[in-house]
């Protein structure tokens, strides 16, 4: 069985994507964070397949949270999610092996997400 973890400090950002990933994988397990230290031990814990990290979150930025998860498990597919569309962010996202996705989060993003999660398996 697959394993998912929803990384964003927004419970309904969380509920979202659980629902849209929920209509496509039902069969998938899918644990959730809050934050970027949250999800830090939830791969450590749960070793999960894919990733979705929200970029703005307390504590440290999702993108380092991403680049510390990837520097342990480069097996871990990450899609980044933000409604902060600068290219910077979505260069910073690129450059460290993830996909930058722009919020809100859509019938139509997720799609990409899972696409970009088949393609790496």
């Known amino acids: 069985m697959k394993k998912l973890l929803i990384v964003d400090d927004s419970k309904v950002s969380r509920m979202v994507i659980r629902a849209h990933i929920k209509a496509a994988h039902p069969e998938w397990e899918i644990i959730e964070a809050g934050n970027g230290d949250e999800a830090i031990k939830s791969v450590e814990e749960h070793q999960p397949d894919f990733c979705t990290m929200d970029i703005n979150m ?10 510390m998860i990837l520097q342990k498990n480069p097996r871990i597919r990450i899609a980044i999610f933000s ?3 600068q290219d910077t ?4 996202a690129n450059s460290i092996g993830t996909i930058f996705v722009a919020k809100p989060v859509t019938e139509k993003s997720i799609t990409i997400v899972l696409k970009y999660f088949a393609s790496g398996q």
């Open 58 to 67: 307390p504590g440290m930025l999702g993108t380092d949270a991403a680049e």
């Open 83 to 85: 409604a902060n569309v």
């Open 89 to 92: 962010m979505q260069t910073r």
